[in-house]
């Protein structure tokens, strides 16, 4: 029997008390919960849930159990085991288990058997065939998505300076909330990767802290970033210096004129450099797409350039 690993495992277990409730009813206890921390994924192997319960009798008992609730994967496959036997389809929905007329603990089993990235949850309502009055609930929940960021919280210091972070995960994930005066390098991915974080034009007033937030099917988190103006790039939307150009908009087919002799650098939003030209006051525009770009001078001055 194969073992799978997982991120993560949990199963709850609590008791609900239907008309008698009251002590000498209690013939059986969901006493044992089993919490499985699990760090990999091995898709062809099965994964087992333990529910313990204790025959608080000497007298054997016959325990009914059925599926209340499920969100399961469409490709994944489970059983339910009673002490006797593994049950599969109808009758790992619901059905009947002999419980020994040994008292102490026993066991349900669910064995699950997935077959993708993804995460199950089942709830069984279980209870004596004698008592029916008293039941108990038993949900179990099994993910094998996982998601790790080497920081929750980075801060970007001026326009165009990039900040990045390490995103690990086993499945595929997206990025949302960011910001208009903020790029990303990418938004969707699989697997391991690297996010790219750089400011592209002053934030409005009062909003220089964007919450991002990274999804991975069920399993999500938070990344703030926090803007912070520089003293050695301006975030004003004109250089700070005496090198003036334009025109700004500007489209393919144009020069783009310096005041002064420089060396240029012109960036797309998510850090590459496009353009370059050195020790001249002209470039030009062409084969760019339409939207924003960073100019950079040798006087390590940054400016916001829109391609139309």
């Not at 920081?151 to 690990?168: D, E, F, R, Y």
């Not at 912070?228 to 790039?233: A, D, M, R």
């Amino acid at each position: 029997m194969k073992t799978s690993i997982f991120s993560s495992v949990q199963i709850i277990f609590f008791s609900l008390s239907i008309g008698l409730g009251s002590s000498f009813a209690q013939t059986f206890n969901l006493g044992r919960i089993q919490i499985d921390t699990i760090v990999s994924y091995d898709p062809d192997g099965e994964h087992n849930l333990h529910a313990g319960f204790i025959n608080l009798t000497n007298t054997t008992l016959t325990m009914v159990y059925s599926l209340k609730s499920q969100i399961i994967p469409t490709n994944w496959i489970y059983s339910m085991c009673d002490p006797e036997r593994c049950n599969t389809g109808a009758a790992a929905i619901s059905g009947e288990a002999i419980a020994s007329s040994v008292s102490g603990t026993q066991l349900f089993r669910v064995t699950i058997y997935p077959k993708s990235q993804g995460k199950i949850e089942l709830e069984y309502e279980i209870y004596d065939k004698a008592v029916p009055s008293v039941k108990k609930i038993a949900k179990f929940s099994l993910s094998n998505e996982s998601l790790g960021l080497s920081k929750s919280t980075i801060t970007l210091v001026g326009i165009g300076n990039a900040q990045s972070i390490n995103l690990t995960s086993n499945s595929n994930w997206t990025v949302s909330g960011v910001p208009t005066w903020l790029s990303i390098n990418s938004i969707t991915g699989t697997g391991n990767s690297v996010l790219t974080f750089r400011p592209i034009e002053n934030p409005p007033a009062g909003s220089n802290v964007a919450v991002v937030t990274v999804t991975a099917n069920s399993v999500s988190s938070k990344i703030s970033l926090v803007f912070k103006t520089s003293s050695t790039t301006p975030i004003e939307d004109k250089l700070e210096s005496d090198i003036k150009f334009g025109p700004n908009p500007i489209q393919n087919g144009q020069y783009l004129l310096f005041s002064t002799v420089s060396s240029i650098e012109i960036y797309n939003i998510v850090g590459e450099v496009v353009k370059s030209e050195k020790n001249t006051n002209s470039i030009y525009i062409e084969d760019l797409t339409s939207g924003v770009y960073l100019v950079k001078t040798n006087q390590n001055r940054v400016h916001k350039l829109i391609v139309k």
